[in-house]
C-alpha cells in the first residue's frame, strides 16, 4: 500500500509476498544504486526486479490484498515510477494527467476500486485526489497548506551541472517567477543569487516545494541547490566519492555549480551569496575562507568551523558509528590526521575572510556545539573582521520554534538584501516570542539593533 522508502542506509525490507515466503528489499549489497529485489526465502533465490543505474531506487507501489509489487520509484532528477505489472498501466496513465507534480498513491481500499494519490508540487503545496479507478476519474480533496494556495510562486527547474572531474551534478534552480517568463529557467539578465547548500552531508536535495526556495525567489535571488559528491540517492561510489573531501572536491563541486550559473548567465558573478545550515554552513565558513573571491556574503547556521573539534565533541550516543566519521570526514585520533582536519577546517583561515558573514547558532546543539560558532566568532574580533552573531538559548541542531526560525529569516532577509541588492521586510513584530540573542555585530545589519532594543 503505498510507496516504503527505505531508512536505513540504502538496503531494507519493503515487504512480503501474499505466501510470506519471498521478501522484498530495497537492497544495495554488492552493487552501486540500490535495486529492488525479491528473495525466496525456502531456497535463498534472488532476483533483481528493477534498477536505475543513476539513482536508487526509493519506494514501490504493491497491491493491497494480492501483495504483488506493480511498480516501483527512483530519483534521479524527478520521481519516476516503473510500471511492473501491465494492468496498472491506464491508471499511472490517466493520474500522471492530473498534475504536473511527482505522483505517489498512499492508499487504496482493499476492493482497490479507490485510491488516495498526493501530488508533490513545487510551486504549491502538496495535493490530494481520491482516485476512483472503474470510472477513471480522480477528484481533489485537500492540500496540505491551504494559505499557499492563492500564491504566485516559482518554479523549481532540475538541471545537470558537469564537475570538473567529470561527474553529473544534479541540481534545483528556482528564479523568481517574473524573471522566467519563458518557464525555461533563463532569465532575461544575470540576477543575484544564493547558493543554498544542503546539510548532511549524506542527504540529497530534490525537487518539490521548498519554503527557502521559495522566499528567496519572492526577493529577486537566483536559488541553487547541488547534490554535491557525498550526497545520497545517486548510488553508493558517488556517496563514497565524498570521503575526505570536506572543503576538497564536494566544495569544488559547489564552485563546478556557481561558474555553471554565471557562464550560463543566470548569476551576476559579484553577487553570489553562500548559505545553508550544518553541513551547509560550514561551506559557508569554507566558501568565505577557501574561494574568498567568489561569495558576496555568507549565511551560516549551526555550521562546524573546526573539524578536530567537532569530531571530538560528538554526543556519546555517537560513539558506535566514530569510524564512520574518520573514514568521510578525517581522524582526530592521529597526529597525520589532527593535521589533516586543522588543513580542511575553516577556522584555521579566518584571516582570509573578506566578506560579510552572518552565524545562527543554538546554544543546545548536541551535534555541532556552540563552542564550533564561538571560536570562529573570536577569532574574527582578535583579527578585528566584522561578523554577526545570532545565538537562541533554547534551539538545538534545527531551529525547531516557529518564532526563532522568523527571527533569524528576517535578519537574513536584511541581511542578503544590503549585500545582493533584493527585496526584504521590515523587521516588525518578528522577534516576538523569540529567544534571540545577538551578542556581538548587531550594527552590521541595517535597523537590528534598534529592533532588539524594542
Given at each position: 500500500m503505498?510507496?516504503?522508502?527505505c531508512?536505513t542506509?540504502?538496503?531494507?525490507?519493503?515487504?512480503?509476498?501474499?505466501?510470506?515466503?519471498?521478501?522484498?528489499?530495497?537492497?544495495?549489497?554488492g552493487?552501486?544504486t540500490?535495486?529492488l529485489?525479491?528473495?525466496d526465502?525456502?531456497t535463498?533465490e534472488?532476483?533483481?526486479?528493477?534498477?536505475?543505474?543513476?539513482?536508487?531506487?526509493?519506494?514501490?507501489?504493491?497491491?493491497?490484498t494480492e501483495?504483488t509489487?506493480?511498480?516501483v520509484?527512483?530519483e534521479?532528477m524527478?520521481?519516476?515510477?516503473?510500471?511492473l505489472?501491465?494492468?496498472?498501466?491506464?491508471d499511472?496513465?490517466?493520474?500522471?494527467?492530473?498534475a504536473?507534480?511527482?505522483?505517489?498513491?498512499i492508499?487504496?481500499?482493499?476492493?482497490?476500486r479507490t485510491?488516495?494519490v498526493?501530488?508533490?508540487?513545487d510551486?504549491?503545496?502538496?495535493?490530494?485526489?481520491?482516485?476512483d479507478?472503474?470510472?477513471?476519474?480522480a477528484?481533489?480533496?485537500?492540500t496540505?497548506?491551504?494559505?499557499l494556495?492563492?500564491?504566485k510562486?516559482?518554479k523549481m527547474?532540475p538541471?545537470?551541472v558537469?564537475?570538473?572531474?567529470?561527474k553529473?551534478?544534479?541540481?534545483?534552480?528556482?528564479?523568481?517567477y517574473?524573471?522566467d517568463a519563458g518557464?525555461d529557467?533563463?532569465?532575461?539578465?544575470?540576477?543575484?543569487?544564493?547558493?543554498?547548500?544542503?546539510?548532511?552531508?549524506?542527504?540529497?536535495?530534490?525537487?518539490?516545494y521548498?519554503?527557502?526556495?521559495?522566499?528567496l525567489?519572492?526577493?529577486?535571488?537566483?536559488?541553487l541547490?547541488v547534490n554535491?559528491?557525498?550526497?545520497?540517492?545517486?548510488?553508493?561510489?558517488?556517496?563514497n566519492?565524498?570521503?575526505?573531501?570536506?572543503?576538497?572536491?564536494?566544495?569544488?563541486d559547489?564552485?563546478d555549480a556557481?561558474?555553471?550559473?554565471?557562464?550560463?548567465?543566470i548569476?551576476r558573478?559579484?553577487?553570489?551569496a553562500i548559505?545553508?545550515?550544518?553541513?551547509?554552513g560550514?561551506?559557508?565558513?569554507?566558501?568565505?575562507?577557501?574561494t574568498?573571491?567568489?561569495?558576496?556574503?555568507?549565511v551560516?547556521?549551526?555550521g562546524?568551523?573546526n573539524?578536530?573539534?567537532?569530531?571530538?565533541?560528538?554526543?556519546p550516543?555517537?560513539?558506535?558509528?566514530?569510524?564512520?566519521?574518520?573514514s568521510?570526514?578525517?581522524?582526530h585520533?592521529t597526529?597525520?590526521?589532527?593535521k589533516?582536519?586543522?588543513s580542511?577546517?575553516?577556522?584555521?583561515y579566518?584571516?582570509?575572510i573578506?566578506?560579510?558573514l552572518?552565524?545562527?547558532?543554538?546554544?543546545?546543539?548536541?551535534?555541532?556545539?556552540q563552542?564550533?560558532?564561538d571560536?570562529?566568532?573570536?577569532?574574527m574580533q582578535?583579527?578585528n573582521i566584522?561578523?554577526?552573531?545570532v545565538l537562541?538559548?533554547?534551539?538545538?541542531?534545527?531551529?525547531?520554534r516557529p518564532e526563532?526560525?522568523?527571527?533569524?529569516?528576517?535578519?537574513?532577509d536584511?541581511?542578503?538584501?544590503?549585500q545582493?541588492?533584493?527585496?526584504?521586510?521590515?523587521?516588525?513584530?518578528?522577534?516576538?516570542?523569540s529567544?534571540?540573542?545577538v551578542?556581538?555585530?548587531?550594527?552590521?545589519?541595517?535597523?537590528?539593533?534598534?529592533?532588539?532594543?524594542r
Amino acid at each position: 500500500m503505498g510507496s516504503h522508502s527505505c531508512l536505513t542506509g540504502t538496503t531494507g525490507p519493503v515487504g512480503f509476498d501474499k505466501t510470506g515466503q519471498v521478501l522484498y528489499m530495497i537492497d544495495s549489497r554488492g552493487r552501486d544504486t540500490a535495486a529492488l529485489m525479491s528473495t525466496d526465502l525456502k531456497t535463498g533465490e534472488k532476483k533483481v526486479l528493477f534498477a536505475n543505474p543513476r539513482a536508487d531506487v526509493s519506494g514501490i507501489m504493491m497491491h493491497p490484498t494480492e501483495k504483488t509489487i506493480e511498480a516501483v520509484a527512483s530519483e534521479y532528477m524527478r520521481v519516476d515510477w516503473k510500471i511492473l505489472d501491465a494492468s496498472i498501466q491506464p491508471d499511472i496513465g490517466y493520474l500522471k494527467t492530473v498534475a504536473d507534480g511527482d505522483m505517489d498513491v498512499i492508499g487504496r481500499s482493499l476492493d482497490d476500486r479507490t485510491w488516495t494519490v498526493q501530488y508533490v508540487m513545487d510551486d504549491g503545496p502538496v495535493r490530494y485526489y481520491l482516485y476512483d479507478r472503474p470510472a477513471k476519474k480522480a477528484r481533489f480533496i485537500f492540500t496540505n497548506r491551504q494559505e499557499l494556495e492563492e500564491l504566485k510562486l516559482s518554479k523549481m527547474h532540475p538541471v545537470s551541472v558537469r564537475s570538473r572531474d567529470g561527474k553529473t551534478l544534479i541540481c534545483y534552480l528556482t528564479l523568481p517567477y517574473w524573471t522566467d517568463a519563458g518557464g525555461d529557467g533563463h532569465p532575461a539578465e544575470p540576477l543575484p543569487m544564493v547558493l543554498w547548500v544542503h546539510g548532511g552531508p549524506r542527504a540529497r536535495d530534490a525537487w518539490g516545494y521548498s519554503p527557502y526556495h521559495q522566499w528567496l525567489a519572492n526577493r529577486g535571488y537566483a536559488v541553487l541547490s547541488v547534490n554535491y559528491r557525498g550526497s545520497t540517492g545517486f548510488g553508493k561510489s558517488f556517496t563514497n566519492a565524498g570521503n575526505l573531501e570536506w572543503a576538497g572536491k564536494m566544495h569544488d563541486d559547489l564552485i563546478d555549480a556557481v561558474s555553471w550559473a554565471v557562464e550560463s548567465k543566470i548569476a551576476r558573478q559579484d553577487k553570489v551569496a553562500i548559505a545553508g545550515g550544518s553541513y551547509g554552513g560550514y561551506a559557508t565558513l569554507v566558501g568565505l575562507t577557501f574561494t574568498p573571491e567568489i561569495f558576496a556574503c555568507g549565511v551560516d547556521v549551526v555550521g562546524p568551523s573546526n573539524l578536530q573539534t567537532l569530531l571530538e565533541t560528538i554526543p556519546p550516543y555517537w560513539a558506535p558509528v566514530l569510524t564512520l566519521f574518520t573514514s568521510r570526514v578525517g581522524d582526530h585520533r592521529t597526529e597525520e590526521g589532527r593535521k589533516f582536519l586543522a588543513s580542511r577546517s575553516p577556522l584555521t583561515y579566518v584571516d582570509r575572510i573578506k566578506k560579510p558573514l552572518l552565524i545562527g547558532q543554538g546554544a543546545n546543539d548536541p551535534h555541532v556545539k556552540q563552542s564550533e560558532a564561538d571560536q570562529i566568532v573570536e577569532a574574527m574580533q582578535e583579527k578585528n573582521i566584522p561578523v554577526t552573531y545570532v545565538l537562541y538559548a533554547d534551539e538545538g541542531h534545527v531551529f525547531a520554534r516557529p518564532e526563532n526560525r522568523l527571527s533569524f529569516n528576517a535578519i537574513a532577509d536584511l541581511f542578503l538584501a544590503e549585500q545582493l541588492g533584493g527585496r526584504s521586510e521590515p523587521i516588525g513584530s518578528d522577534f516576538e516570542g523569540s529567544s534571540i540573542t545577538v551578542p556581538t555585530g548587531a550594527e552590521q545589519i541595517p535597523t537590528l539593533k534598534d529592533a532588539l532594543g524594542r
